[in-house]
């Protein structure tokens, strides 16, 4: 079930990227690392062990599936297969610029499961002790 839950977290933080870097306008770099940062901190939160993990991992399945709806939107713009291989070389080197927002994703992503395993620790200890 938490290998599950853990999956789930990250597509569903990947998702909100996605389609977060889609849909807003301009490039403002402090919006986009706002955005990253709270979508991690749900992830984490939500992933419940690993924060750090899946807070990173969304940063990088959000950009994929923002490269892949821009892709099935305008198109890759190569029509030879060299052209198409030198798109996928550029989404690897746009996979290790995104470095700078991974590591405050996995931060976040970190707190987030901090702040699960206190909430869910605290709120195991009012069953056991009852409703004081």
């Known amino acids: 079930m ?12 990947a998702v909100v990227l996605g389609v977060a870097f889609i849909r807003l306008p301009g490039n403002s770099p402090q ?4 955005i990253v940062v709270l ?12 924060g750090a993990l899946a807070g990173a991992l969304t940063v990088y399945l959000g950009n994929l599936l923002f ?37 405050p994703a996995a931060i976040s992503g970190w707190c987030g499961a901090y702040a699960r395993q206190r909430w869910a620790g605290a709120a195991a200890h009012r069953r056991v002790l009852g409703s004081r």
Do not use: S
């Not at 919006?31 to 706002?34: F, P, V």
């Open 2 to 13: 938490a290998r599950w839950r853990f999956w789930l977290a990250v597509v569903a933080g």
């Open 31 to 34: 919006l986009m690392i706002a």
């Open 39 to 50: 979508a991690a901190l749900g992830t984490g939160f939500f992933a419940g062990r690993r």
């Open 67 to 103: 490269v892949a709806m821009t892709a099935a939107r305008h198109g890759t713009g190569q029509d030879d297969p060299a052209g198409l291989a030198g798109f996928i070389v550029r989404l690897l080197i746009v996979q290790v610029v995104l470095l700078q927002f991974a590591i």
